[in-house]
Structure formats: C-alpha cells, structure tokens
C-alpha cells in the first residue's frame, strides 16, 4: 500500500499510464480531458511504455517499460489512467493493468468497459468515467490527497483479497482436485 499521497519531487500530483506502444492510442480516447487537466500547475502527466505519445497539446513525459524497475516506476504515478475506445474487444476484456495499480495502492480512473466495471468499486476503490467532462471531474477529484489516499488503501485491499494468487489458492486447489480425480 502506498504510503504517500503524493507527492512529485516538485509538489505536483503524478497522473500516469502504462502499457504498450500498441495500446498508446488508447491516450487519444482522453486527449481532450488530459490537455483540460495538464493545465493545472499542480499536475504533472507522466506515461510508461511508449517512448513517443502523440497527444496535441498535453505537456507529459514518457520512460520506457522495463521488467526490473516495472514496480518502482509506477510507485511514481499518483492516479493510474486506464482509458480505453469502446469497441467489442474493450467490453469482453480484463484488465490486469488495473489490478496492478490497485495492489499498489495507486486510485485509478478507467473506462467502464470490459471487467473494470466488476474489479473496481466505483467511489470505493477507483472511479469510472466515460465522457470528456467526467474524466476531467473524475481527476480533480484525486486532486484531493486524503480521498487519493483512502481509495488506493481501499483499492490494494481489494486487490490483494480477491486477485492474488493467496487470495485464489483455495479455489485454484478445488479445480486442481477435480481435474486429478477425474470429474
């Protein structure tokens, strides 16, 4: 669980995304609430993954994913972005990225879309939000370091109770049993 609420070397709160050079265009779904929320001073966008994010007009900086330093680098990100276009592979899919944020205490804002809507409590552990105007709402909201703070708590528990490997062993034990005996 983090144990900050924030904050950047320079005061500001860390608003971040990682993933890949292919899902990098998923950015562009938020482009107009990210240039909306990275005119505030006291933000700054910082994304992982993709050396080169083309975003008109958002300030941001971008690092390269690197297995070794994976969790220390999102340790840096205060809000996870979790943007996605709605298309009929968005609304089937899980998205482990969001559990990895959550475990790691990190409140996420994420698209309604595919299983983000079972893995988050909406207001609890992260937030939803589907238009340019509840995106931009949705991060001020984070703004606010104790309810960053009380929803990343909430957001590791959940994720540490329901999608660990711990957390699952008795069920992965049920399966295994079944299939060994035979039924």
Same mark, same amino acid.
């Given at each position: 669980?983090? =144990?900050? #609420?924030?904050?950047? %070397?320079?005061? !500001?709160?860390? &608003?971040?995304?990682?993933?890949? #050079?292919s899902?990098?265009?998923?950015?562009?779904?938020?482009?107009?609430?990210?240039?909306?929320?990275? #005119?505030?001073?006291? =933000?700054?966008?910082h @994304?992982?993954?993709a050396?080169?994010?083309?975003?008109?007009?958002?300030?941001h900086?971008? $690092?390269?994913?690197?297995?070794?330093?994976?969790?220390?680098d999102?340790?840096?990100? %205060?809000?996870g972005?979790?943007?996605?276009?709605?298309?009929g592979?968005?609304?089937?899919? @899980?998205?482990?990225?969001?559990? $990895?944020y959550?475990? +790691?205490?990190?409140?996420?804002? *994420?698209?309604?879309?595919?299983a983000n809507t079972? =893995?988050?409590?909406?207001?609890?552990?992260?937030?939803?939000? /589907?238009?340019? %105007?509840e995106?931009?709402?949705?991060?001020?909201? +984070?703004?606010?370091a104790?309810?960053? =703070? $009380?929803?990343? !708590? *909430?957001?590791?528990?959940?994720a540490?109770?329901?999608?660990?490997? $711990?957390?699952q062993a %008795?069920? &992965? /034990?049920?399966?295994?049993?079944t299939?060994?005996?035979?039924?």
């Open positions: 669980t983090r =144990v900050n #609420a924030n904050e950047s %070397d320079d005061g !500001r709160v860390c &608003i971040g995304w990682s993933g890949s #050079a899902t990098a265009r998923n950015l562009r779904v938020i482009e107009g609430a990210l240039r909306r929320i990275s #005119a505030r001073d006291d =933000v700054r966008l @994304f992982i993954g050396h080169k994010i083309d975003l008109k007009g958002v300030p900086t971008t $690092q390269r994913w690197s297995a070794e330093t994976e969790v220390e999102l340790r840096q990100i %205060d809000i972005l979790l943007p996605l276009p709605e298309d592979w968005t609304k089937r899919k @899980f998205y482990l990225k969001l559990v $990895q959550m475990a +790691l205490g990190i409140p996420a804002v *994420a698209s309604p879309l595919g079972e =893995v988050m409590v909406p207001g609890s552990t992260g937030l939803l939000a /589907r238009t340019e %105007d995106w931009v709402k949705a991060l001020e909201s +984070l703004l606010d104790r309810l960053r =703070v $009380q929803m990343g !708590r *909430a957001a590791s528990e959940r540490h109770s329901n999608y660990t490997l $711990q957390a %008795d069920r &992965i /034990r049920g399966v295994f049993e299939v060994t005996a035979g039924g």
